[in-house]
């Protein structure tokens, strides 16, 4: 059987599927190191009726959600999109978020973004391994997170 992947925008179809991807990451402690929104079914709805500058996207194989990736701040009038992306727990580990990552910065330079910006926690030492890869430099912030810069 032929599974499809594909990144596509979250639209009003996805709801569904996309609320259920949100409570499974928040089931597994996924707002520990992802909270730009809450992980609910109402945050689900709400994206996917977004109509603003900002882009928020979802990577489906077969109609479930496994991946969700957003850059954001355009609506605030920032230069500089802020970049976010979640990995269902069952597929992490297989390339996936670096497809995303990837996606959104090509997405960015669309836009004419010169960089993309992103925080991430100190001790996720997985993603940092990834975002250094992708040649993300990092500045330390007050609350011990880290922000994460690199030039398209």
């Not at 596509?8 to 996924?30: C, K």
Request: glycine share 12%; charged share 25%.
């Amino acid at each position: 059987m032929i599974q499809i992947v594909e990144l596509r925008t979250a639209g009003a179809a996805l709801a569904g599927p996309l609320g259920e991807f949100f409570e499974t990451l928040r089931e597994a402690g996924g707002e520990r190191h992802f909270h730009p929104h809450p992980l609910n079914r109402e945050e689900a709805e709400h994206r996917i009726q977004y109509d603003g500058p900002d882009l928020y996207y979802v990577l489906t194989e077969d109609g479930k959600v496994i991946g969700y990736g957003m850059l954001r701040g355009w609506g605030e009038g920032y230069e500089t999109p802020s970049l976010g992306i979640a990995i269902h727990p069952s597929e992490r580990g297989k390339g996936l978020s670096k497809l995303a990552m990837l996606f959104l910065h090509a997405a960015a330079r669309r836009r004419n973004a010169e960089r993309v910006r992103l925080t991430v926690d100190a001790d996720n030492t997985v993603a940092l391994k990834l975002y250094r890869r992708l040649g993300y430099g990092f500045r330390c912030l007050e609350d011990g997170r880290l922000e994460g810069t690199v030039q398209l």
